[in-house]
């Protein structure tokens, strides 16, 4: 019995020291990584001081040229949208721009299944974060979308785990480029062979930690004076208005700008500037821009 103690303690100090070198190893290559997503991430969350923002999902990444946005408004501008998250990343990697520099302009471009309806489980949204966790507000924020998290983050190895490959390719010979000031443009045109028929059943029930942080976003901004913009940008499909009424609402309350380009006749099934039906192409990225640009001044919203 004596001995098999023994033997546990020694697993768990060697397990221990292997997750402490580890933890280093990886620290030290993210810290150090300026290409691809990860060193893309560094930016945004070290590094990002341009006077206009565009958080949101993939469909902020690919469709908001910075370009021309900065070119049209005289501002500087980066797109700090990410594949696959919403509000819950964003609102972290605004509190981390915050901490250093007060951005003019905030566009967040809605999805609502990453945004604002139940479905999904929110602690994915927290794993570009893991490695900042010991960040200012960061560790509240983890706690608030799961208190199990704290105790999962004492390990180093866990703050790394789903992204092992990745950071070390980033290291060493990054497969992607961090895009054009965050922008990454898609060169593609849609194939229409492979449009799926299937329909997905509608869901509008509203997630209210998700909401919660759109408030939460919403308030920051407000506090410190920058005009935040929430836009729905094209679908080929088009999209059903009623998967966004909650996010519409809270703008009427808050009167904050509400741009919506989802059902819009110039691009709905014009294959021209799809990648797919969900996201536009580079083609449809910049004539985007372009419009959005000009709803933004038809409004009085910039000059």
Request: glycine letters at 6%; hydrophobic letters at 35%; one cysteine or more.
């Amino acid at each position: 019995m004596k001995k098999f103690i023994i033997n546990v303690v020694v697993f768990f100090l060697l397990l221990s020291v292997v997750d402490g070198f580890a933890g280093i190893v990886f620290s030290y290559l993210i810290e150090n990584t300026r290409g691809g997503d990860n060193g893309r991430n560094n930016y945004i969350c070290n590094e990002a001081n341009e006077d206009i923002l565009v958080f949101g999902s993939s469909r902020a990444f690919h469709h908001y040229n910075p370009l021309i946005l900065s070119d049209s408004l005289g501002l500087s501008c980066y797109n700090c949208g990410q594949d696959a998250n919403g509000i819950i990343l964003s609102y972290a990697r605004y509190q981390l721009i915050c901490q250093r520099n007060q951005p003019k302009m905030l566009i967040y471009d809605v999805n609502p299944d990453f945004d604002l309806l139940e479905g999904d489980d929110n602690r994915k949204y927290l794993g570009w974060l893991k490695a900042y966790y010991d960040k200012k507000g960061i560790h509240e924020l983890f706690n608030s979308v799961d208190d199990i998290e704290r105790y999962k983050m004492i390990s180093q190895m866990y703050r790394y785990n789903s992204r092992f490959v990745q950071i070390i390719s980033d290291y060493i010979h990054p497969l992607q480029s961090n895009g054009i000031m965050g922008f990454r443009p898609i060169n593609k045109e849609m194939d229409t062979m492979r449009i799926s028929k299937k329909t997905r059943p509608k869901r509008y029930t509203v997630d209210s930690l998700k909401v919660s942080f759109i408030e939460k976003f919403i308030d920051d901004s407000s506090r410190k004076n920058t005009k935040v913009i929430f836009c729905v940008s094209p679908n080929w499909y088009g999209m059903d208005t009623l998967s966004f009424k909650s996010i519409r609402d809270i703008c009427l309350v808050h009167q904050i700008p509400f741009i919506d380009f989802s059902n819009n006749p110039k691009y709905v099934h014009h294959n021209v500037f799809f990648k797919d039906p969900t996201h536009l192409n580079a083609k449809g990225a910049d004539e985007f821009t372009r419009d959005f640009i000009v709803e933004l001044k038809k409004r009085g919203i910039v000059n």
